[in-house]
Each structure stands twice: as C-alpha cells, then as structure tokens.
C-alpha cells in the first residue's frame, strides 16, 4: 500500500505561478487571432516583463495600480543584457533562479503614454483578468478628455492630469473590486468596474481644465503718431498743444499738463502741486495757466 505524498505548500505555489507562463507563448497566439485588426508588433508588443507585472496582481487576487511606466516593448526588452542568477531561500527550499529586473520606460508625451497604455491593456488581456477593449474604453475616454476645447481663460487637461485621474482609477478599482478572478458565471468584475469608471466624480475632477497662467503677452498700446514724447524729467506725453513748451520749472520740477490746457487742472490751486506736477506756466513758469499767460504775449508782441 502506497503512502500518500505529504502536500508541499510552496511546491504547489510555484507550480500555480508558471503554469500560466508556460502557456505564454499559446495566449499570445490566441490573442493575435482574437485582435485580427490589430498589428501587434513594434510597439504593441509586450515585454515579458510586462505580463509578469500582470501575472503578479492575479496571483495577489488584488487590485493595485499597475503603472503604464513598468510595460515597456518586447524590442527594449531584448535588446538590454539579461539579467543575472540570484539566491532564493523559499519556505522549504534554497534554490538559484534568474534575477528580476523591471524596466521602467520614460514617458515624455501623448503617443508614449498610449502606447504604453494599450501595452498595458494586451498584457492584461493575455493574463486573463481584464478584456483588453475594456480596459482601452478607460484608456480612450481619458485622451478624449484632452481633445475638448476648453474655456476661454483654461488650458486643456495635461499629461501629468491623465495621469492622476488613471491611478485615482486603479485606486477605485481597488475599493470596489475584492477579486479580479472570473466569477462561476464566466465574467470578469474588473470589466464592469471600468466601465463605471467614466462616471464617477471624484475621477472626472481631476480631468478639468486648469486656468492659465499669467503667459499670455499683454495687447500692444497703438502711439498716437502726433503726440510727442519729451526727454526730461518730466513723466508722461506732451499734448499736442503744449509742444515746444517747458515741461519742468528751471529748479527741475515737473509741470502740470492739464493745468495749461482749456480744461484745466481741479486738484490744487495756482502755484501749488498736485500729483501730475506744479500748477505754474509753462511759457513763463508764473502761477498762472500759459492760456492766461500775458509776460509771454507781450515778449512776442
């Protein structure tokens, strides 16, 4: 009579782990036929790396915000040197296995990111937790958010708040959803989830236009040709009808313009000041208006 193996916990782990990986090659097949339309080369397809990131969270049965900086291309993933071997004690056992190293890929616009977003959703779609048009629904619905025209006086949403507004996704994704595996009736929960995603409020809040800085260049100040500008101390622009007159008293004093006009000057009387300049002439530098000025008519006369 045999006996019965004793039941190796960690064994049965590592077992449950590469199964899916072994099949790697066969789901990616399966997929290319589902996705016919799609040309899944370049920079469509996956890292290795990539579906281990995905692999990670199904066995966690956990929702975490998975990164768009952590998919990076099959090509990237090739052309690096491979990775060494370290040592891994496990519960049971010391073994040597190849050392993981997760690439991290830089992002810098708008076709980097949805790459790397639908990379994101074909590496999640062959693990087996998420469809991948489900999941590219909530990848579309943010990029639309940037083709809006925003207000007069906003700019349009960022980069950076695309962002935001996916890791505050994951994060509802996480509240609302307590397992990603597929329910006895054959559906995925994360499918559903991210649909509801595109309503809720506290995501969309962060999709909306900012106001601009202060970068807009100020409107250009249209010169009235006759008027002329006076070197001195003298601050302002010489009307018209005060041209070739002293604009400052011989002590350096700047004079009133209006006061010397027809229409006068109400802030101060005759030989005081007010904030434009002295109230004296400016043909004699008297305390009275040049209008009134009778020294200078005579001197002409």
Known sequence: MHRPLPFNRSKAKFMAVTAPRR????????????????????????????????????????????????????????SKEKPGKELVIDANSLKISDKKSQ???????????????????????????????????WH??????????????????????????????????AEKVPSVKRTDAGDLPLDAAFDALQTDAAINFKLLPLPQGKTSKPDKVIKDPKIKKVKGKGKGKMPKDLIGMS?????????????????????????QSCKRGRHVCMKCHGNHSQISCKKADDAEE
């Open 103 to 137: 690439e991290n890929i830089a992002i810098s616009n708008e076709l980097e990111l949805s790459q790397a977003f639908t990379r994101r959703a074909l590496a999640c779609d062959v693990v087996g937790f998420v469809s991948c048009q489900n999941m590219e629904k």
């Open 23 to 78: 099949n790697r090659a066969t789901r990616i097949t399966e997929q290319k036929t589902r996705l016919s339309g799609f040309d899944l080369t370049g920079p469509f397809e996956c890292s290795y790396a990539s579906y281990d990131v995905c692999l990670e969270l199904l066995e966690k049965d956990a929702v975490y915000y998975l990164a768009p900086h952590h998919f990076s291309t099959r090509t990237s993933e090739v």
């Open 247 to 271: 604009p400052n008293t011989s002590g350096g004093d700047r004079i009133c313009y209006n006061f010397n006009l027809k229409h006068g000057c109400k802030y101060a009387k005759p030989g």
């Open 140 to 173: 579309r619905y943010l990029f639309y958010q940037m083709a809006l025209h925003p207000p007069p006086g906003y700019s349009e949403s960022s980069l950076e708040q695309i962002l935001r507004a996916d890791r505050a996704g994951w994060i509802r994704l």
